[in-house]
């Protein structure tokens, strides 16, 4: 959701991101975008002169850096505080759309892409992933975690809660996230030799 206030463009976003994560890229039409952000389609042309794909991206990378930001601030506390954070958020997501929809960095990531060429929506979800996976590795290192491991148990983590929330979203119940959760917990909490 939008915050109050939001700027038109960045409802437009956070309305493409919404509408990508629920149907992917490839279904949907820069026409069904605007609408579902409640936005004119002239003004969606406005803010994204190049079109759906310029819309896709940026939805992408407003989408990656929310969830970043909301990692930054909680991995403060810690690696297992990050963890719990960003299972909820993905929680809230899931269970909010009575499981309608997911992650729109995700969904972007498993589309065949149109062409022969790789599309900026598709590098903006790799920058995406890789941006969540650094915040939680150096979360790793600084709380005692060996630096040599910390990249792949960052890896794990997103790789095993993206595909937790499609599993959620295909059996309609959160048993998948949850069972992951417990998991990804317990090799935190061993990697970082202590209590979390």
Not at 70 to 76: G, K, N, P, Q, W
Not at 119 to 141: I, K, Y
Request: with cysteine.
């Amino acid at each position: 959701m939008a915050k109050p206030g939001a700027t038109s463009r960045e409802r437009i976003l956070v309305g493409a991101a919404d509408m990508i994560s629920r149907r992917g890229l490839n279904a949907t039409s820069i026409r069904e975008l605007a609408k579902h952000a409640e936005a004119p389609l002239g003004s969606t042309y406005h803010f994204f002169p190049e079109g759906k794909q310029q819309l896709a991206t940026e939805a992408v990378r407003y989408a990656g850096g929310a969830v970043a930001r909301i990692l930054r601030t909680e991995l403060d506390a810690g690696p297992v505080a990050g963890l719990r954070a960003f299972l909820a958020l993905w929680r809230g997501i899931v269970v909010d759309s009575d499981f309608r929809a997911g992650c729109p960095v995700l969904a972007v990531s498993v589309e065949e892409p149109p062409s022969d060429e790789i599309p900026p929506a598709l590098v903006a979800a790799a920058e995406a992933f890789e941006g969540w996976e650094r915040l939680l590795a150096d979360a790793l290192t600084a709380h005692g975690a060996d630096p040599d491991r910390a990249p792949g148990l960052a890896a794990l983590v997103v790789a095993s809660v993206e595909g937790a929330i499609a599993m959620c979203r295909a059996k309609r119940n959160m048993e998948p996230l949850d069972q992951v959760a417990q998991q990804l917990e317990t090799l935190i909490v061993g990697a970082l030799g202590h209590p979390a």
